[in-house]
């Protein structure tokens, strides 16, 4: 049993940025990788970035590449996603996930295993 509790998130204005932060606790042993997804209204959840505990190879939806980065520490079961240069079209909700075994994808949001409540991006003026 995985337990994952986001912070932060919150309002900011275009161009600001914002550093969200995922606890995960329980048997988190068995981790491969975490990563952040988010969701806007109406909208399909759609993969932002990951990490691979084994090397830290990091990964990255195109759109956020340049702006973001993931990082984290496995010994503390802790990840952060730093967000930089903000848009209004990043505004929605950010999920952390845990995936435990590698199964084919690291972008595929089925192939994760637990997820955190998700916490709410605004971004606007």
């Known amino acids: 049993q995985v337990q994952l509790v986001e912070s932060g998130g919150g309002l900011v204005q275009p161009g600001g940025s914002l550093r969200l932060s995922c606890a995960a606790s329980?048997?988190?042993?068995?981790?491969?990788?975490m990563g952040w997804f988010r969701q806007a209204p109406g909208k399909e959840r759609e993969f932002v970035a990951a990490?691979?505990?084994?090397?830290?190879?990091?990964y990255y939806a195109d759109s956020v590449k340049g702006r973001f980065t993931i990082s984290g520490d496995n010994a503390k079961n802790t990840v952060s996603l730093q967000m930089n240069s903000l848009k209004p079209e990043d505004t929605a909700v950010y999920y952390c996930?845990?995936?435990?075994?590698?199964?084919?994808?690291?972008?595929?949001?089925?192939?994760?295993?637990?997820w955190g409540q998700g916490t709410q991006v605004t971004v606007s003026s």
């Open positions: 990490i691979r505990w084994r090397d830290g190879t990091t």
């Open positions: 329980g048997r988190t042993f068995s981790s491969y990788a």
């Open positions: 996930a845990q995936k435990r075994i590698f199964d084919g994808s690291m972008y595929d949001r089925v192939t994760y295993d637990y």
